[in-house]
């Protein structure tokens, strides 16, 4: 910990909204660096948002004829830019971000929002070998939460680390850790609860193109044309669209630049995780070719 603050002291009396406060946080400016265009006025701005209720979310977003979306910036897609936008746009002082990775979002909100948050809990297993590429930057934001005191670190994994939030006390969760249906629905449920009531419920790759039925058709396509060979696995499908689809399916959920968000106060029901709840599925069944050989039957594709 001495160590820590000796790599990165604490700037005193300046503000984390200046650029004085990032000297001698290359890591931590590097990614601000990296994400700077989305900060430029008008870069990430659009005259509509994505609205839907229940299985209207069924495939892509329908998008108005008139609708602008810039081209010019990847990151206004990225959290960096979206959860600074609804920290923005509900005046959020107590943030939790699950799935942190890199920490590509959470410098992004000190540097734009850092005098009006009270606490920003980031919650990441930080498990991989590598840091950016890879997620394995626990010491690098370690070096970060020692100049930034509301910053706080949780290294766990999502929903053991929901078990030590304690309920009713953020103003929004925004969820970006593992993307496929078992997890995010998992996910979803372990947080809402951690939500003030008229907080928000947020998250990222609503609008990824692996979430749609057409990937496990792509999937089912690969097992055929690998069978036979060693080494190949088939490629992951994210269900955060099925999930929430199917869990608040009686609700309204805004979706822009594929991130999804709930506001509290809107969905007093809170999410439904009940099998057959009326929505229309958001996604199709397949089955791998029968493989030969003896106990070799078929077998089904998650979400089944």
């Given at each position: 910990f001495v160590m820590l603050l000796a790599l990165a002291p604490v700037v005193a009396g300046l503000s984390p909204q200046t650029a004085e406060a990032w000297t001698g946080l290359p890591y931590a400016q590097n990614l601000l660096d990296d994400h700077a265009c989305s900060r430029a006025p008008g870069a990430c701005t659009v005259n509509t948002s994505d609205t839907f209720t229940g299985s209207g979310a069924l495939g892509y977003p329908n998008v108005p004829v008139g609708t602008k979306r810039p081209v010019a910036c990847a990151s206004c897609g990225h959290g960096s830019h979206m959860v600074p936008y609804l920290v923005g746009l509900y005046g959020a002082r107590q943030v939790i971000e699950v799935g942190v990775c890199t920490g590509a979002s959470v410098v992004s909100v000190l540097r734009t929002h850092g005098d009006s948050i009270d606490s920003y809990t980031a919650v990441d297993p930080w498990g991989e070998r590598r840091c950016n590429p890879g997620c394995g930057c626990s010491s690098q934001m370690r070096t970060i939460a020692a100049r930034f005191p509301m910053l706080k670190l949780l290294q766990e994994y999502s929903v053991p680390g929901a078990r030590r939030i304690p309920d009713g006390s953020v103003d929004l969760a925004?969820?970006?850790?593992?993307?496929?249906?078992?997890?995010?629905?998992?996910?979803?449920?372990a947080y809402w609860s951690k939500v003030k009531p008229n907080g928000v419920l947020a998250g990222h790759d609503f609008n990824h193109h692996r979430n749609w039925a057409g990937i496990l058709e792509k999937r089912l396509e690969y097992s055929k044309s690998a069978a036979g060979k060693r080494g190949k696995r088939i490629p992951p499908s994210y269900g955060v669209g099925q999930a929430l689809g199917e869990l608040f399916y009686h609700c309204e959920f805004r979706v822009n630049f594929g991130v999804w968000w709930v506001e509290k106060h809107s969905c007093p029901a809170g999410p439904i995780a009940v099998e057959n709840n009326g929505s229309v599925p958001l996604w199709i069944k397949a089955s791998r070719p029968k493989a030969k050989g003896k106990g070799k039957g078929r077998r089904q594709w998650q979400g089944e």
């Open positions: 925004f969820i970006d850790a593992a993307h496929d249906y078992a997890n995010v629905h998992q996910d979803v449920l």
